[in-house]
């Protein structure tokens, strides 16, 4: 079984930053796709910064040169979200999710972690 965690998220003042981190353990063979997302309550989730295993990245037009999605250098199942010039609108719950190929299947499977809250205010 595999379980993704995340940290980073609180308050925070505008134009402040934050770094959240997605822990994924368990029987891990790789991960092919590491995505963070975001929802505000009664909205929908909105994709927010994606990295494929092959380096390519893609990130939400309203979040392009403020944040940065990586992975720890040293631990591959650790993916980062650099969250930096915050806006009040970033405020939200954000979790990560990961496509993963775990050493009991065949094919790679979609995780979800629980989220952590980011809330951007005075």
């Known amino acids: 079984q595999v379980q993704l965690v995340e940290s980073g998220g609180g308050l925070v003042q505008p134009g402040g930053s934050l770094r959240l981190s997605c822990a994924a353990s368990?029987?891990?063979?790789?991960?092919?796709?590491m995505t963070w997302y975001r929802q505000v309550p009664g909205k929908q989730r909105e994709f927010v910064a994606s990295k494929t295993s092959s380096g390519i990245t893609n990130y939400r037009d309203s979040v392009k040169g403020r944040f940065t999605i990586s992975e720890d250098n040293s631990n591959k199942n650790t993916m980062y979200l650099q969250m930096n010039n915050l806006k009040p609108e970033d405020a939200a719950v954000y979790s990560c999710?990961?496509?993963?190929?775990?050493?009991?299947?065949?094919?790679?499977?979609?995780?979800w972690g629980k989220g952590t809250l980011v809330t951007v205010s005075t």
């Open positions: 999710n990961e496509v993963i190929r775990t050493t009991q299947a065949n094919y790679a499977v979609n995780y």
């Open positions: 368990g029987s891990i063979v790789s991960i092919d796709v």
